[in-house]
């Protein structure tokens, strides 16, 4: 594995440096971290597992007893990290000469140059009424400043592009050459003056978090978990349904078909 010496020596993205973005990186997955607070049974089902579920994807998936585990854990967390993402992406531009992200206003902006930014994680996590809002906003930032280019950047685009954004608000269509749809790649182009900028940054992501993760030390959550269903009951199909309907009519003396049938890994 590469050592932070070894990448620094090799690091080739020049709007920031290899210290601030192993930082920013770093920043991102203690924020995730902190979110991942499963560590016990009771945490794990505080919003009520669906045995249901688990099971069908035991099957049709071939999970076993600590994949599902597993799964249904990523399942809670990645609720809650989808905004560390976007502050991922979005705070990156700290870091570009002339760019800031400011507590309030647009997402990103650039006052020298009147540019100013929403950020969206995909092409299509608008619905119409989030998308007449968000471009009305662009409309009245030109309103405001006659200088000004507005941009709706999107990090999964459909497409490499920076075209018009062609909205319709209020059953009216709107095609304004100052309020742009941009993919995340072009956007970085346009504030780096490196059209390769935004695939430097993708290339060393994974070897720079690989690096950071090796420092950590993380508690095994689905060993603790499976341990405490074990008290419950022994089979672990019986156990999931005993903690998600303790109440329930008979499941206090639950009798799973057939169980001698079923695969070992469950």
């Known amino acids: 594995m590469m050592t932070r010496e070894e ?8 709007f920031i440096t290899f210290e601030n973005f192993v930082e920013h990186v770093n920043d991102t997955l ?9 560590r016990d049974l009771k945490q794990f089902n505080k919003s009520i ?28 967390v990645d609720k809650s990290i989808n905004n560390d993402i976007g502050y991922f992406h979005q705070n990156l531009f700290n870091y570009i000469d002339n760019w800031i992200v400011p507590k309030a206003g647009f997402d990103i902006e650039n006052h020298e140059q009147s540019l100013f930014a929403e950020m969206k994680n995909k092409h299509n996590t608008m619905n119409s009424a989030s998308s007449q809002k968000t471009y009305m906003k662009l409309q009245q930032k030109l309103l405001e400043d006659f200088n000004a280019t507005c941009y709706l950047v999107e990090i999964i685009a459909k497409q490499s592009q920076d075209v018009n954004w062609k909205c319709k608000v209020d059953g009216k269509n709107y095609d304004h050459n100052k309020i742009r749809r941009i993919s995340i790649d072009k956007f970085y182009e346009l504030a780096t003056g490196d059209e390769f900028a935004f695939k430097k940054i993708c290339e060393w992501l994974p070897i720079v978090i690989h690096v950071l993760n090796k420092e950590k ?13 074990e008290k419950i009951d022994n089979s672990f199909i019986d156990a999931l349904f005993k903690i998600s309907y303790p109440t329930y009519n008979g499941f206090n003396n639950l009798n799973i078909r057939y169980k001698e049938e079923l695969p070992d890994n469950i």
Do not use: H
């Not at 990448?7 to 020049?14: F, H, P, S, Y």
């Open 7 to 14: 990448i620094k020596k090799q690091w080739d993205v020049e």
């Open 30 to 38: 203690n924020n995730m971290y902190r979110k991942q607070t499963i």
């Open 217 to 229: 030390v993380t508690e095994d959550a689905t060993e603790n978990i499976l341990k405490e269903l």
């Open 49 to 76: 597992i669906d045995p249901t579920k688990m099971i069908f994807d035991s099957f049709t998936n071939g999970f076993t007893k600590d994949e599902l585990i597993d799964a249904e854990i990523y399942r809670q």
